[in-house]
């Protein structure tokens, strides 16, 4: 069973635009929910992270929204760039043991 | 500061032998964790260690895998004997203590022919 579920697989944005990654997950205990960007080749790298505590949390172009209500979490990265081309995981944690990915989304910055 | 080093980045075996991964976590981090990622998917946790114990191995195919952190500080994951299936991205990362931000390495890529 998928505990985080992620939408969409793949995504293709112009330069400039702004690109939406959502997740969904069923289990409340969750209270870490942290966002990976993997570029080819490369392990995951964290990219920003939230607490249920918060509807929001902004690092630059990057931004996390979070539902508390509806079980819901999503990226939004602002001005979109070439290099931000690359994979993005969602995951969701209890306390910090076992982390549940999602199954990626693929994100082509177009020039 | 060093990240996370895993060896070899690559490895083709046939099926039914055996292979070892290798990884040495960021230094000062108690916490190692062994994934597994199949192509297109997200990390699956394998096996998580608290210093030299396995605190969590309950997705650990133990027919198949093992691992060992005997000292505290590298660690090895092994496949004996190698599965077609079991084809995928081998990741290791490491963290100060568990719930605080995990540091993966690049990942061993294994193909089983």
């Known amino acids: 069973q998928q505990q985080v579920k992620q939408s969409p697989q793949s995504l293709i944005v112009q330069k400039g635009g702004i690109s939406i990654i959502n997740c969904a997950y069923e289990?409340?205990?969750?209270?870490?929910f942290p966002w990976y960007q993997q570029f080819p080749g490369k392990g995951p790298a964290l990219l920003i992270a939230?607490?249920?505590?918060?509807s929001e949390k902004k690092e630059g172009r990057f931004t996390i929204s979070f539902n508390k209500s509806a079980k819901q979490f999503s990226l939004h990265i602002m001005d979109s760039q070439p290099g931000d081309s690359a994979t993005y995981f969602c995951?969701?944690?209890?306390?910090?043991?076992?982390?549940?990915f999602g199954t990626g989304t693929s994100l082509t910055v177009i020039p | 500061e060093a990240g996370v080093v895993q060896s070899p980045r690559y490895k083709i075996i046939e099926k039914k032998q055996p292979v070892a991964f290798w990884c040495n976590p960021i230094s000062g981090h108690n916490t190692l964790y062994w994934y597994l990622q199949n192509l297109g998917q997200g990390p699956e946790l394998l096996i998580r260690?608290?210093?030299?114990?396995?605190?969590?191995d309950s997705q650990l195919p133990k027919d198949r895998f093992s691992a060992e952190r005997l000292k505290g500080v590298d660690s090895t994951l092994k496949i004996q004997p190698a599965e077609l299936g079991d084809s995928a991205v081998y990741l290791c990362a490491s963290s100060q203590g568990s719930g605080n931000e995990q540091f993966f390495g690049p990942g061993t890529r294994l193909t089983v022919l």
């Open positions: 260690y608290e210093n030299e114990e396995a605190v969590d």
């Open positions: 995951a969701a944690s209890q306390s910090g043991n076992q982390f549940y």
């Open positions: 939230i607490r249920p505590d918060v």
């Open positions: 289990n409340t205990a969750f209270d870490y």
